[in-house]
């Protein structure tokens, strides 16, 4: 049985900016569960965020999942549209040009999260 797990997305659009998108990554049914095959990554970043975080528009350094072990981020993009990612929660950072995004802190709290680079 072929089972989705969407991925909030990143990146910038032809007007600069950048937008939220979507994508979805198929699962096949195994023993445990279900899994997705294996995609290349570069190497993994651990960071810990201030409670205080508040970085003004700037783009991803480079292409990279972001995953929330701890706290949570709040996202704006260029059109003002923002989401909250929670404990958790992974999103695939892709506005590496452009605007880029606004990202802070929420209620106060520290956030650990993973960077998997891809490039």
Do not use: C, W
Request: glycine share 10%; net charge negative.
């Amino acid at each position: 049985m072929t089972k989705k797990t969407k991925v909030t997305r990143l990146y910038t659009g032809d007007d600069g900016q950048s937008h939220f998108g979507e994508i979805e990554v198929e699962m096949e049914q195994n023993v445990v569960g279900h899994i997705s095959e294996r995609f290349p990554a570069t190497g993994i970043i651990f960071r810990e965020t201030s409670e205080s975080y508040d970085y003004d528009f700037h783009v991803a350094p480079r292409r990279q999942y972001v995953i929330n072990l701890d706290g949570a981020v709040e996202i704006t993009v260029g059109s003002g549209e923002k989401r909250v990612m929670g404990v958790g929660e992974m999103f695939l950072a892709e506005d590496t040009t452009g605007q880029g995004h606004i990202s802070r802190a929420v209620n106060g709290q520290v956030r650990h999260s993973l960077f998997i680079t891809l490039d």
